[in-house]
Nanobody, 115 residues
Framework: QVHLVEFGGGLVQPGGSLRLSCAAS????????MGWYRQAPGNERELVAI???????RYADSVKGRFTISNENANHKVYLQMNSLKPEDAAVYYC?????????WGQGTQVSVSS
């Protein structure tokens, strides 16, 4: 079982920055990937960015060039640096991780972008 806890959400003005952090704990040997998804009201949950245990990254087209995902494999942590935030980035952001048992989710952290 993998337990994920996110930190770092909040309210920011358009053009501002936020950094999300997530730590995984529990009884597991390794994680295949860690990443971030988001869900805005009325929308489906979507992938924002993900990094595999081998260091490969994938981003949603809408965040390329503005968001950067990084991780610490040994400490089972993942970060999302979000720059040049737009109102359309506002959503609940979920940390996610997977191993051979399946995919796990954090409780979510709210990111609001408004002037």
């Amino acid at each position: 079982q993998v337990h994920l806890v996110e930190f770092g959400g909040g309210l920011v003005q358009p053009g501002g920055s936020l950094r999300l952090s997530c730590a995984a704990s529990g009884s597991f040997s390794s994680l295949d990937d860690m990443g971030w998804y988001r869900q805005a009201p009325g929308n489906e949950r979507e992938l924002v960015a993900i990094v595999t245990i081998h260091g490969s990254t994938r981003y949603a087209d809408s965040v390329k060039g503005r968001f950067t995902i990084s991780n610490e494999n040994a400490n089972h942590k993942v970060y999302l640096q979000m720059n040049s935030l737009k109102p359309e980035d506002a959503a609940v952001y979920y940390c996610s991780a997977s191993d051979y048992h399946g995919r796990y989710w954090g409780q979510g952290t709210q990111v609001s972008v408004s002037s």
